[in-house]
């Protein structure tokens, strides 16, 4: 049959649809060329923010519609709804979606091609959710897809998962009820994953994790058959980087996200040994206020935050690091919120995500009254923007004059007679010539101009 996945949410949810998408193959489905024409839809969910929950569920409501009216005589479409909307509704997602085939949560993708087989037999209203320390099933899956490594149009990118779950219990958070306790992924079975994909032509992963830092930390990643670190690397995951640097052709190395507890001296070794590791981190915030920062419960102070940011520039002053701010959190003082903006301003963000808070069912803050009103959110938010926008155009015009190694992903989506590609610092750049330039190929660009968000430059 046809599949089609529509994903909603984090990097991780796309890396997951891509694996459902990878078992569904496996189990001899194909690839719908779009919605219109599968007959197997699939909606991977978010519940991080309100907002992104009823989207999801709203677009799988409009899949079952079609459903309802009957495209064809089988029944068709079969219409599943996965991810972290799932969890969190457990059986009421058949109140929402009463015609709704399966339903899955995150750790029992390996059961999708089942339950579509299942849905094809008439069975309906099936519901798939995990306990908290289930070991998840079909997450190394990747599609076979990918063409022969040399061939013009190597899909040179690849998630790959490494840390499930998360045990920071921030009290905003909805992410560990939904995606259950940490569990880290073998150390070995990761090296093979990424191995795997080297040899079909991936040259740069992004390794995933809600706090990657905390790989190995809650569960052994490394077992006592494997060798020690040949650097002597005792953290699970500057060793995990050591390994993957080791891997012949694999030319880039990103993570994220990271818990600034984690920007240990051992992570600031591994980036300077290991020149695939690319020096960003994305290192979310959330607040520049101390009361804030406790009530959140995110267990570091703003100066331990802005070290941690210090010790990276220290290192490389070029190194770019994004974060992650909500606006908004219960009792946000106007002093609050001037304290986040000038934490701002003192790490010197090259990009920054602002999330107006929005409270989520079951977590601690959501006792508290969301006093923070709508409009004053929006204020927020916007003046964040505003500082950033001015920031990130200083801090890029800073690299006007370098050259910058990029790896290049294809014509610029804004002007297709320009490519673009990523620095290490995950900085977008564009750049002319592109005569006979080819995806993932690596070259180095000379810049000339800078914008809030991109360089612009020539070949060099
Ligand atoms: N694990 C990541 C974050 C995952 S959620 C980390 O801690 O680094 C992505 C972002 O959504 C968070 O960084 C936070 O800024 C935002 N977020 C989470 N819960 C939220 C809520 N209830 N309201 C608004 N934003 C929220
Ligand atoms: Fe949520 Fe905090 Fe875990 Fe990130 S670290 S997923 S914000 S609980």
Redesign the pocket.
Known sequence: MKYHIHTYG?QMNVRESEAVAALLEAAGHVRAAGEAEAEILIVNSCT??DMAERKAIGKCGNLCALKRDGRNWKGLPIVGLIGCAVTRLGEKVFDQLPHLDFAVGSRRYGLIPALVNRAAMGETRMLEISGPDEIPTGLDAHPQGLPAEGAPDVNFQAFVTILLG?D?R?S????PDVRGHEYSRPAREVVEEVRGLVGRGVKEVCLLG??VLRYGLRNKAWTADDAPSPGGYTEAFPRLLESLAAIPGLERIRFT???PKGCTDELVRAYREFPQVCRHL?L?V?SGSDRVLAEMGRHYTRAEYLAAVTKLRAFDPEFAVTT???VGYPGETTEDFEATRSLMDEAGFDNA?V??????PG?R?AALPDDVSTAEKERRDQVLLADQEVRGQARNEKLVGTVREVLVEGPSPRNPARWSGRDSGNRIVVFTPCEGIIKGQRVQVKITSARPQTLLGELA
């Open positions: 984090c991080v923010r998360c920071n921030c905003y958070c909805i992410v809600q706090s996200s990271a818990h994305h979310p959330q992650d701010v909500i995500f999330f107006k808070y929005s409270p989520r977590t803050s």
